[in-house]
């Protein structure tokens, strides 16, 4: 165990050691060599783990990010090939099934659309062929999808199991692979200045995507199948369909031979309801949980059942319209003047019936431009429960000009 516990500390000592070659400058091939010898006998889930510790102790993301073009030079040149059972792979509907005919739909579009006019636009300059270089760069950006179901899907289990470092390395490598095909599509959108360098950044960017293509096979797949349970790869194909898929689509349900959603619960952190938890279709709350995040949320919210009666309003720190838990109970119609009853019970009715889904006002309040809105609730079958209110002053997002995103 010592001995196996030196070796490991040793490896993570000159993964270190290598880390920082790359950042002072050298290249793939000049650490790739060394890099071979240290990982010979180690699966990708070992490494993995290294690097994990490495973010642990306070290496930047951004650090360990350089790896990742060496891991895909060394794997493909050297290192045995590690695999969990081929049947998850194999079985139509599993997540790594899908992913991996994703992976060949993409494969194809490469080899069939892109490079033909690629080298046909290098060679000849044809206009129609930047044209269809254009499109093809378009259809490839649906890789979007195939990145955010591993992102928002497979990601969020691995990090359950302390696996983070390669969820967040790869994360920032499907990032920087989103922006260089976007960089493409305006390149060829526009009239191109220089075809010969036009060309170039597109073939870069299908290399990464092809290297991207590697990793996820050779690393993220085999380590997924290794840690996650049958259940939890139920769940990711039940809430694929809500991201989308890219050149490929499922056709048939995977059945796994046998799942236990219930067991599964305490260890992924879901809380069996009668616990003081409220269980829903996508997550658990205590009510205290519940009733500070709705207090929390930035509008008022007043919910009337489908015979009319006042349920529930939130109670934010700004209030737009005054509300006091007398109304809970009460007629709808009974909280707004007789001059106005009419118009209310005709929005309900609209709503109820289904000739709308909603009903929008807006009108200025002093300094405040209040936004006034009110939906249908309706249940899964289409069944009317009840209208939601749904008021906020909206006055500082009519003034929003230009950009401010996440990065910044």
């Not at 920082?20 to 071979?36: A, I, N, P, S």
């Not at 996650?228 to 796994?256: N, Q, V």
């Amino acid at each position: 165990m010592s001995e196996y516990i030196n070796n490991r500390e040793y490896r993570q000592k000159v993964l270190r050691e290598l880390i920082m070659e790359l950042h002072d400058g050298k290249t793939v091939d000049e650490v790739k060599v060394r890099f071979e010898k240290l990982i010979e006998g180690v699966s990708p889930t070992e490494i993995s783990a290294m690097e994990n510790a490495l973010i642990r102790e306070g290496m930047p993301v951004s650090e360990v990010q350089r790896l990742c073009d060496v891991h895909a030079a060394v794997f493909k040149g050297s290192i045995e090939e590690i695999h969990q059972s081929n049947d998850p792979r194999e079985i139509p509907g599993h997540p790594v099934h899908t992913f991996l005919l994703e992976n060949r739909a993409i494969e194809r579009h490469i080899r069939k659309k892109l490079q033909p006019e690629l080298d046909r636009y290098d060679k000849e300059g044809k206009e129609d062929a930047k044209q269809e270089i254009y499109d093809g760069l378009r259809k490839l950006l649906e890789i979007d999808k195939h990145y955010s179901r591993k992102e928002n899907l497979l990601f969020p289990y691995l990090e359950k199991y302390e696996i983070t470092a390669p969820p967040k390395v790869m994360w920032g490598v499907d990032d920087e692979i989103r922006d260089a095909i976007k960089e493409c599509i305006t390149i060829f959108q526009d009239e191109v200045t220089n075809p010969t360098e036009a060309v170039q950044k597109v073939e870069a960017a299908i290399n990464r995507v092809e290297e991207m293509i590697f990793k996820e096979e050779n690393i993220l797949f085999p380590m997924a199948l290794e840690t996650l349970a049958e259940d939890e790869w139920l769940r990711i194909a039940k809430e694929s369909k809500e991201i989308g898929f890219c050149m490929y689509e499922p056709t048939k349900e995977w059945k796994p031979v046998r799942v236990n959603l219930e067991e599964k619960a305490k260890a992924q952190g879901e809380k069996p309801a009668g616990d003081g938890y409220i269980q829903f279709e996508t997550g658990n709350m205590t009510k205290e949980e519940l009733e500070a995040m709705l207090n929390t949320l930035p509008v008022d919210i007043t919910f009337v059942d489908k015979e009319g009666i006042v349920k529930y309003f939130s109670q934010g720190q700004e209030r737009i319209f005054a509300r006091t838990k007398a109304v809970i109970g009460r007629q709808v119609q009974n909280c707004h003047p007789p001059a106005s009853m009419h118009i209310v019970e005709e929005i309900v009715e609209d709503l109820k019936s289904g000739k709308k889904d909603h009903e929008d006002f807006w009108i200025q309040m002093g300094d405040r431009f209040v936004h006034i809105r009110y939906f249908a609730v309706r249940s899964k079958e289409g069944e009317f429960l009840g209208v939601l209110e749904f008021t906020q002053n909206v006055t500082e997002i009519r003034n929003l000009t230009g950009e401010k995103r996440l990065v910044n």
